[in-house]
């Protein structure tokens, strides 16, 4: 029997990654169970996708809480509520407090649409093409204070074309973020990442593999 690690998903809006999340433990093998889809906005389109999976949700907005702290508790009470083990931030848009992000040191992460460390913050694609970069792309990583930093666990690469815009860009970067966040999400699951200092390393012999075939481990 598959052992599975509970998880809590943070979104914002639309939740298209918290949703390959979703399919992704809806596999017999997949290491990994959603207990909890939390939502700071109660307009959040994902909020929809989460209830009709039959999978609880929550919505604590920032705007009830007098500052971050207060709604960082309110959110980690939630979460531990719902015997999390693991979070990840999937389109999460506030900024959290170093506390909640120590305590869950390296149990949770994050999905970003570039190739940290270049390009974090928001407006990713704009930069990247303004910048003349050729190649764009996505990366899973650990949560550390300073915004988009922590571990790298996966990245996935795009060509920049000559005609993209924005949008195209960002629409080639988020199919490969699909791919990529379930893979990222199994090998932590599976405790096959470790953490030493600001790298991350995967067990060297499931990093192929799971990357040529993400439902191969
Ligand atoms: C994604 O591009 C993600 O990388 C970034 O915010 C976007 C959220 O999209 N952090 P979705 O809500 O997962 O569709």
Redesign the pocket.
């Known amino acids: 029997m598959t052992l599975r690690q509970n998880v809590a998903i943070l979104?914002s809006?639309?939740?298209?990654?918290?949703q390959s999340l979703v399919r992704a433990c809806s596999a017999p093998d997949y290491p990994a169970k959603v207990v909890l889809v939390l939502s700071n906005k109660a307009d959040a389109t994902?909020l929809d996708y989460a209830r009709e999976a039959g999978i609880a949700t929550a919505v604590i907005s920032h705007k009830d809480y007098p500052d971050r702290a207060s709604f960082d508790a309110a959110m980690d009470a939630e979460i531990r509520r719902h015997g999390a083990e693991l979070i990840c931030l999937?389109?999460f848009m506030r900024l959290l407090d170093s506390r909640i992000i120590e305590a869950w040191r390296d149990r949770m992460i994050?999905?970003?649409?570039s190739l940290l460390p270049s390009f974090r913050g928001l407006d990713t694609h704009e930069r990247a093409l303004e910048a003349g970069v050729k190649l764009a792309g996505?990366s899973v990583h650990f949560v550390r204070p300073d915004v988009d930093t922590g571990p790298i666990i996966a990245q996935a690469a795009v060509p920049v074309l000559p005609d993209d815009t924005p949008d195209s860009l960002?629409a080639r970067?988020?199919e490969q973020?699909h791919m990529i966040y379930p893979v990222a999400l199994r090998l932590v699951a599976e405790g096959r990442v470790r953490v030493e200092g600001d790298r991350a390393f995967v067990d060297a012999s499931c990093t192929m593999r799971s990357l040529r075939n993400p439902d191969s481990l």
């Open positions: 979104i809006g639309r939740g298209s990654n918290m994902g999937a389109g994050n999905i970003h649409p996505c960002a970067v988020l973020e």
